[in-house]
T-cell receptor, first 118, second 113 residues
Framework: GAVVSQHPSRVICKSGTSVKIECRSL??????MFWYRQFPKKSLMLMAT?????????EQGVEKDKFLINHASLTLSTLTVTSAHPEDSSFYIC??????????????FGPGTRLTVL | GESVGLHLPTLSVQEGDNSIINCAYS??????FIWYKQESGKGPQFIID?????DKRQGQRVTVLLNKTVKHLSLQIAATQPGDSAVYFC????????????FGKGTLLTVNP
């Protein structure tokens, strides 16, 4: 159980285009999902918290107009990188927590999306 | 700066040996800790977790120890196998932080056959 999927796994795009990444919780509902960014040989950096039915909460230094997040349902969150540039090339990972009304903090991660902007 | 860090960035062990990966945290308000394993090109995989009201928790071949006095967390892997080779991250969650996790820098574990 607690499987999180991401699509696509890899994407290459031209500079100036927008790219959408989907994150799905396959066997549980997630009112909260998280989006991380990871550079090579580095740790995960939290970008934003995606809340179902409300606006995402962005971490300091993350541009909300550039990284658009939509939490459309209890099993789907999307991250759109708008007007992508080469410096946006990175490994983007989402996570979700199965929250059953109690305190369940374990986050399960998706397989990640490798974005390369040419 | 980061509140969670690791003592050793790399660890190399022989197959069959036990591995110990350490993590120091500085936020005394953290009440939940998780160890993740990340293989190259993949997302982090949950290994084991522990809450601040415990000092030890065991799983299959893995044990997590929590020492709140010195703010130290460790992951012990018994009979390490080549498939255990990966980067291991500790992560902490602070009570009331809306489940946000803060990750440590990671330790690369290499298992030699």
């Amino acid at each position: 159980g607690a499987v999180v999927s991401q699509h696509p796994s890899r994407v290459i795009c031209k500079s100036g285009t927008s790219v959408k990444i989907e994150c799905r919780s396959l066997d549980f509902q997630a009112t909260t999902m998280f989006w991380y960014r990871q550079f090579p040989k580095k740790s995960l950096m939290l970008m934003a918290t995606s809340n179902e039915g409300s606006k995402a909460t962005y971490e300091q230094g993350v541009e909300k107009d550039k990284f658009l997040i939509n939490h459309a349902s209890l099993t789907l969150s999307t991250l759109t990188v708008t007007s992508a540039h080469p410096e946006d090339s990175s490994f983007y990972i989402c996570s979700a927590s199965p929250r059953t009304g109690g305190v369940t903090d374990t986050q399960y991660f998706g397989p990640g999306t490798r974005l390369t902007v040419l | 700066g980061e509140s969670v860090g690791l003592h050793l960035p790399t660890l190399s062990v022989q197959e069959g040996d036990n591995s110990i990966i350490n993590c120091a945290y500085s936020n005394s308000a953290s009440d939940y800790f998780i160890w993740y394993k990340q293989e190259s090109g993949k997302g982090p995989q949950f290994i084991i977790d522990i809450r601040s009201n415990m000092d030890k928790r065991q799983g299959q071949r893995v044990t997590v120890l929590l020492n709140k006095t010195v703010k130290h967390l460790s992951l012990q892997i018994a009979a390490t196998q080549p498939g255990d080779s990966a980067v291991y991250f500790c992560a902490e969650n602070m009570k009331g932080s809306n489940y946000k996790l803060t990750f440590g820098k990671g330790t690369l574990l290499t298992v030699n056959p």
